[in-house]
């Protein structure tokens, strides 16, 4: 019983030194590696969920495919890589050192006969001549030799490339020193730390000072990626982490100051390069440090590198315009409103609020001509209406109109969550270059009077129903207004519908095209209505513009129930406030990696690039001749090291036959 457990330790200490196990180990380490390229890593789980949809998210979740590099899982393969490779180490280095300094003089004859490397011939010279001449021709080709006397001539043994030997250590050697960094920079105390319940992550979006103790973390943490936004004139002492479905708040040793934030345009308007001014407010140092950073430049400052990573808005001011879609229209609101913060607002249906999501002052898209450009179409700005019961619609509106085959549009882009794509609201552009005309439209064709108003007057003007008493002709100006409600709440869908619904199906194609004929006529009536009011003397006929546009707007009230607000939010002027996006970093696993790496690169070219070669060369006398027999061995580079013999054995030969 004792000498198996004697021996259990042995077989244990085998198996973590195993070739087998360490080439498992890194076939491990490289598909993880692949995963972690692959699969972008450290996003909002929300993203994931997006990107994966819920079953595939909460698969790769139990993986832990999010954070690869500080999984559970690739840690312990770290671990086991660090200790299978060391133990590898320290069982064949003591080995290889003695064979470098081994020139292997005791080989008997039998053994070197065996090489595939094997020649024999007899010499003119005697021993000593010849003993000179070999010795001198392998010095000449850099081998070292030692030279032992036997009792029937003398061996000559000779080796070069002893640094191959070094070669596998220091591979060895660094890849325990690139894991051992890899180790340090997992985020092992904060696996631990998770594990035994000492912190949490915060997944609510509230003010730093408000996070829990429990969800931050100290300003000695050994190893951390985080990342915070600045305001220029602004300054702060932490950052934030993103960790599985939230983030952590990681304290700061110092003080991170923006006094400037640059960024240079292309004249597309494409962002070209952009850096910060900071500066380094620490307690400990005394005066302040400052330093310009920007992309691919970062800045150290004991153990932690800052680098310029994003930007973003800082809080801009913007001065918004509520335009109404319902009711009989009015003068538009206008309120002043700044980014990343929430404004109530109140309207007939309740209290609504405005959640001011992010501002651009720059929008590129390819030139709409099609030509290998790019095209600035201005300022827009991204934002939320929330309902009292918490859920929101998402819109992004932009400052200026966009041209699309030849005609002037306002977009507004609409969703119901951040998985669908934004579906744009095409609202036409009037000859001011403003939607003004448009929501003039829309507000007549919601206001009762005006309705009925301008239903009388196409009924009336119809040659059916001029002969027709008042009450008759009440009632089909009352079927107009009908027709445009129903177009209004439901565009041509409600109306086919509701023929669908209440018209057999073989007149279907007949009452459909008289509806739309109907709901043209009044629909044109009610826009000429419209240019009377803008001064348009509607006796003469309607310009082309007026005519497509028109048709525009009859195209934006088609699908102006979908839109969901009871506003259009449109931007007045704005105050642009600039941001720069900062990662900081502690990473003492690099200082191990960046010369394991070196001493990666130096092993593998002693390798492939010093191979070990071995020769020896028997001398016997015979009478005043002697006779010589050379072996040699080689542990890669076959083919060179067969021109190499060939031609030692061929200068042997010349020089001494």
Known sequence: MSSVNASLPRTLFRFLGSMNLAITLLVAVAIAAVIGTVLKQNQPYVDYVLKFGPFWFEIFKALDLYDVYSSSWFLTILTFLVVSTSVCVYRNTPHMLRDMRNFHEHAHRTALQRLAHHAQWQS??????????????????????????????????????????????????????????????????????????????????????????????????????????????????????????????????????????????????????????????DEDSGAPVRQTISVNHPFSYKGYTIYQNSFGDGGSQLKLALHPLTGTGGQAREIEATVKQAHPIKTASGELSLEIVDFRPFNVNPDPTGVKKFHNIGPSFQFKLRKADGTAQEYINYMQPVQQDGESFYLSGMRRSPAEPFQYWFIPADTEQRPDRFLNFLAALHNPDRLNQVALATARATENSQSLPAAEQQKVADFMITLSRQFIDGGNERISAQIEKSVPEEQRRQVAELYATVLHQFLRNMYLTILEQEGVDIDQPVSDFDMRFFENAVNALNVSHQYGSPFLVSLNSFKHIEATGLQVTRSPGQWLVFPGCLLLSVGVFFMFYLPQRRLWVIIRPDGEKSSLTLAGSALRNRYDFDREFELIRQDLTQKLT
């Open 124 to 281: 003119a010279q005697p021993l000593r001549s010849s003993s000179d001449y070999v010795g001198a021709l392998l010095k000449h080709k850099h081998y070292k030799i030692k030279r032992l006397d036997t009792q029937d001539g003398q061996l000559i043994a000779a080796k070069k490339g002893a640094g191959s030997r070094l070669g596998y250590i220091f591979t060895h050697v660094a890849i325990v020193i690139i894991c051992i960094g890899g180790l340090l920079d997992g985020n092992v105390p904060l696996k631990i730390a998770q594990m035994r319940g000492d912190i949490a992550v915060e997944t609510r979006r509230i003010p730093a000072s408000e996070v829990p103790e429990q969800s931050t973390l100290p300003a000695d943490n050994l190893s951390f990626r985080a990342n915070i936004d600045i305001t220029e004139g602004k300054a702060a002492n932490i950052a934030f982490i993103d960790f599985k479905d939230g983030y952590l708040v990681q304290k700061l040793p110092f003080t991170i100051r923006v006094d400037d934030f640059r960024i240079e345009h292309y004249e597309s308007g494409q962002p070209k390069s952009f850096e910060s001014d900071l500066v380094i407010i």
